[in-house]
């Protein structure tokens, strides 16, 4: 009875201890099994801390280094002047402000402006070679200020002016009686126009002076330009032959032309010119035939172009720019070669004129030969004169012959602002006669404040002129000029 008791007691009993020890069991397992898992994170961590210390070591590596550069520009920023800083956000103002400007006058900003000015005449300093490389002898709209066309291109007129006011002291040689002097003078006041008629190859262009308040027509002419390589001008215009005198007064290097050039070039005429630039440029060529009366002042005072020996005159002329074209009509280098830029030519003139007065009892032929070079604000412009007067046959006398030259440079020393000059010419009237010979010595300074459109000039030079046996005669002048085109 007790064993079937404690049967019913203790298999219960049993089956209760059994439950526990396998739930035991079982727990020790999973705790086993979860105390692997987490010696397996530690050491993970271990790892990754091992890794992140070796990392930060190399960081402090990398931050040491550079703290040391940054220590080492420091350094480096503070031994430079701040001078050069200064320049360049200067330059880089002024080159967003020509971008700004550039823009401001092209065709597309001007027609959305509705503007009818031509493009960038007060701009021409800072435009292309290319662009400026024909402003000399075919259409110049760079010295107009107002435009007015038509829509389709085949009418326009095109009005421009400019000033020059000089002040100059003349120190004269008093062992020849001569009274020191000083003036303000108008030296250039001009009013021009121009444009194109019937189409876009027909143009015209007359320009008045006013020149130390005597007012005249200064140039009247019509030209047609079907071709670059061909071209044709008609009218009373500037001869086609030293390149110092086809290039404007606007333009020069000094305030005048060198006395060679005075004394040889042919000024002004009535005449036919047929002309061009073939091989884009690298050529220019003119054959011309003028009346030979030239632009003298008995002229003004009779008002009459008479051809006092019933000669006409005939001009040959040849040029070539080995290094492409360039505005060679310019006697500065305002554009700023990047590249070096040459030109030689040479002309003669047949029944051509001393002074620009022709005579009438004497066969003359004078020719000229010149070089020019630009580079990166430097330009050097060199021309050699000679000149053979024969007398008629029936007029006796003997032949005469007379030579001159001059060579001049400038280099901008602030580019496109300030400039230095200097130059040396001479003139022998007569190659037969000793100690006649006339000397300049001249050295100036520009300073453009919209290139060629407004600037000043100022330069002194000496004029000296052989006598002979005699003392030489001395002559100096200081002068002082402002220009201003609009």
């Keep these: 009875m007790f064993i079937k008791k404690f049967k019913h007691v203790l298999w219960p009993l049993l089956t209760v201890c059994s439950i526990f020890v396998v739930g035991t069991m079982q727990h020790c397992m999973a705790y086993g099994g979860e105390l692997d898992e987490l010696n397996g994170q530690l050491k993970q961590m271990e790892e990754a801390f091992l890794a992140q210390q070796k990392m930060m070591k190399q960081m402090e590596t990398l931050a040491l280094s550079q703290q040391e550069q940054i220590k080492d520009l420091k350094n480096r920023i503070d031994t430079m002047s701040e001078k050069p800083v200064t320049v360049a956000k200067e330059e880089i103002k002024e080159n967003v402000k020509q971008e700004v400007e550039n823009y401001l006058a092209s065709d597309e900003a001007r027609e959305m402006l509705g503007l009818g000015l031509p493009s960038a005449p007060h701009m021409e300093w800072r435009r292309t070679e290319a662009d400026i490389c024909d402003v000399s002898y075919t259409p110049d709209d760079s010295s107009y200020a107002l435009h007015i066309g038509t829509s389709d291109d085949k009418y326009s007129l095109n009005i421009g002016g400019r000033l020059q006011m ?25 009013v021009y126009m121009g444009g194109n008629i019937y189409s876009k190859m027909f143009h015209y262009y007359w320009a008045i002076d006013a020149d130390s308040f005597n007012v005249s027509l200064r140039d009247f002419y019509i030209y047609w330009t079907p071709l670059k390589e061909l071209n044709a ?138 070089f020019g070079l630009r580079y990166r604000g430097f330009s050097w412009d060199s021309e050699y004169y000679m000149m053979t007067e024969n007398p008629e046959s029936n007029s006796g006398g003997d032949s005469i012959e007379s030579d001159g030259f001059f060579t001049q440079a400038g280099y901008f020393v602030i580019p496109k602002k300030l400039e230095i000059a200097a130059r040396y010419s001479m003139v022998d009237p007569d190659d037969d006669v000793s100690d006649d010979i006339q000397r300049e010595y001249t050295a100036g300074v520009n300073y453009y404040f919209r290139g060629h459109r407004s600037k000043i000039q100022a330069d002194f030079g000496t004029f000296i002129t052989e006598q002979g046996s005699e003392q030489d005669k001395n002559e100096n002048k200081f002068r002082l000029q402002y220009e201003i085109a609009f």
């Design 233 to 370: 001008k008609i009218g009373y215009f500037k001869v086609p032959f030293n390149r110092e005198r086809l290039a404007s007064s606007q333009r020069l290097l000094f305030q005048d032309r060198a006395i060679a050039s005075e004394t040889f070039d042919q000024d002004r005429d009535y005449g036919l010119d047929i002309y061009g630039k073939p091989f884009d440029g690298r050529i220019e060529y003119h054959a011309a035939i003028f009346q030979g009366a030239g632009e003298n002042p008995a002229k003004r005072i009779t008002g009459k172009d008479e051809n006092l020996d019933n000669e006409l005159m005939y001009v040959m002329s040849l040029r070539y720019n080995p290094l492409g074209k360039f505005n060679y009509y310019d006697g500065t280098d305002l554009g700023y070669s990047e590249t070096l830029k040459a030109t030689v030519g040479a002309s003669v003139a047949f029944n051509g004129k001393e002074k620009d007065v022709k005579s009438d009892d004497a066969d003359v032929i004078v020719g000229v030969a010149d």
């Design 166 to 190: 000089r002040y100059q002291f003349t120190d004269k040689d008093e062992d020849f009686g001569g009274a020191d002097t000083q003036n303000i003078d108008v030296r250039r006041a001009r």
